[in-house]
């Protein structure tokens, strides 16, 4: 069983910002057989807000229960274009370490099924520039699980939902 959290602001911020049709096509995304080359975030921001050096970051995760192991990667991703969309990937010297980690965890699960359990997400920081953003400032996040483009999972949601929620942490960029 796999616990997938595309960009955990997706839970912050209502029904209303959601796209259904993202989220079902992602419900059989296995992060166990994805190309990491292909894997992106993205995340339109407005004026006044920015995603720090290093504040993406993707986890790969899995425990055995019947040996109390457990494999575990966090990847900071790279920022791949600017502008209005800010695009974040596997950095290409993880992509190696990703697949490795890919094929233990496949390899525990033709063992162990029943008792292999994992997580995988996917975390975007956001941090105020200059004065920060207006009031009703609004940010979309967008993801590609394959070659078929980015998605859309939020669009147009209010920066002001995630302001305290830890993914917008309140400070300057560094």
């Keep these: 069983m796999w616990l997938k959290t595309i960009l955990p602001v997706v839970l ?9 049709a993202t989220l079902a096509r ?41 040996t109390n192991e457990t494999l575990s990667q966090t990847f900071v991703l790279d920022q791949t274009e600017t502008g209005d969309l800010l695009v974040f990937e596997v950095a ?35 941090c105020k520039v200059g004065d920060g953003p207006a009031e009703d400032a609004t940010f979309s996040v967008f993801v590609q699980a394959d070659d078929g483009g980015l998605m859309p999972i939020l669009r147009d949601a209010p920066v002001s939902e995630v302001i305290g929620s830890g993914a917008f942490d309140g400070e300057g960029c560094a």
């Design 12 to 20: 912050l911020t209502g029904c209303t910002s959601v796209v259904p």
């Design 26 to 66: 992602l419900n059989n995304f296995s992060p166990l057989t994805v190309d990491p080359a292909a894997l992106q975030a993205a995340v339109t921001v407005p004026d006044g807000v920015s995603v720090p050096v290093g504040g993406a970051t993707m986890l790969l995760e899995a425990t055995r229960s019947d």
């Design 92 to 126: 290409d010297e993880d992509i190696a370490a990703f697949r490795t980690l890919q094929r233990k965890v496949r390899t525990w699960e033709e063992i162990a099924k029943d008792e292999t359990t994992g997580s995988f997400g996917v975390d975007v920081t956001l």
